[in-house]
């Protein structure tokens, strides 16, 4: 009788003891996480691991019985996992899924002031310049001609005949290519010579025009049929809050200009413009 109940406290003074081990993962991507924090709780100790390169944790040595664990991760939410049964007869595997956490933040606002004279494509970085036509009124010898403009910018010259021609370093002013709205166009000049880009009248209306630009090199990708310079130019659109009509008469031609919405309330507008050459009045005049 000794020596039974001699084993029975030896049984009792042994404590029982199982491993924890699995693997965290993300929810959604399925993917093993690294570094993830694994924490014995209930246990009066505190107790943990760091999850390995395929995200599995190991913890030996934990006394039989309920558990629970903590779970983080950065850019995670932590979990909690509680009444996990410990047996002595097997090891208990776990496959623990965390969540991305997300975290509502006060909006910022990022604002840019465009530089007036920066070019509104983007692909051109250097030899740009951007204009207004409010600027072919203010320069000298411009006469609203946005052609006559650019030859008091760095690089550039004019015609001393008095046609607009526009010379690019020392090129040939027939290596200017000039676009409307991303038409190519021969010649937008009146009384030109045949093949040259230049003339003494310019056909383009300021008052049709919005910002527009012009490059003296590096030009960008689609501007592939020029090798002097190039003048891009884009057209307004009308008022769409209320009709207004202009007259004027000047060296280049006496014109009417008529803009306004189509329908009040309408976000639609309708441009229109009529120019009659000067010289034309004054020959019809006997002058």
């Known amino acids: 009788m000794a020596i039974i109940f001699g084993m029975t406290a030896n049984v009792h003074a042994t404590d029982l003891t199982q491993t924890l081990r699995g693997t965290v993962i993300d929810q959604d991507t399925r993917e093993t996480l690294l570094g993830a924090n694994v924490i014995l709780l209930g246990t009066g100790s505190h107790e943990g691991t760091v999850t390995g390169l395929d ?8 006394p039989v019985g309920r558990i629970g664990i903590k779970v ?32 509502k933040l006060d909006e910022v606002e990022v604002l840019y002031k465009k530089k007036k004279s920066e070019s509104g494509n983007d ?19 411009s006469i609203n001609d946005p052609a006559r403009m650019v030859s008091s910018y760095a690089g550039v010259t004019g015609d001393a005949q008095g046609n607009n021609d526009i010379v690019v370093r020392g090129n040939s002013p027939k290596g200017i ?23 003494p009248i ?30 891009d130019m884009r057209l307004r659109n009308g008022n769409n809050e209320k009709r207004e009509y202009s007259f004027s008469a000047g060296i280049l031609g006496t014109d ?32």
């Open 55 to 62: 995200g599995d944790f190991r913890l030996e040595g934990i």
């Open 72 to 103: 983080s991760y950065v850019g995670y939410e932590e979990k909690y996992i509680s009444n996990i049964v410990l047996s002595s007869g097997k090891e208990t595997v776990l496959n623990i899924e965390l969540t991305e956490s997300v975290t």
């Open 123 to 141: 692909m051109a970085v250097i030899s740009a310049k951007s204009f207004t036509v409010e600027e072919t009124k203010r320069y000298a010898g």
């Open 177 to 199: 290519s000039w676009r409307l709205e991303g038409v190519e166009i021969p010649n937008p000049n009146h009384f030109a010579d045949e093949g040259a880009t230049g003339g």
């Open 202 to 231: 310019n056909a383009l209306n300021s008052k049709m025009l919005t910002n527009s630009d012009f490059y003296s090199g590096a030009f960008a990708p689609e501007y592939g049929n020029a090798y002097s310079g190039v003048f």
């Open 256 to 287: 009417f200009t008529a803009e306004g919405p189509f329908k009040k309330g309408n976000s639609s507008s309708y441009l229109i413009n009529y120019r009659y050459s000067t010289l034309s009045i004054l020959d019809e005049l006997g002058v």
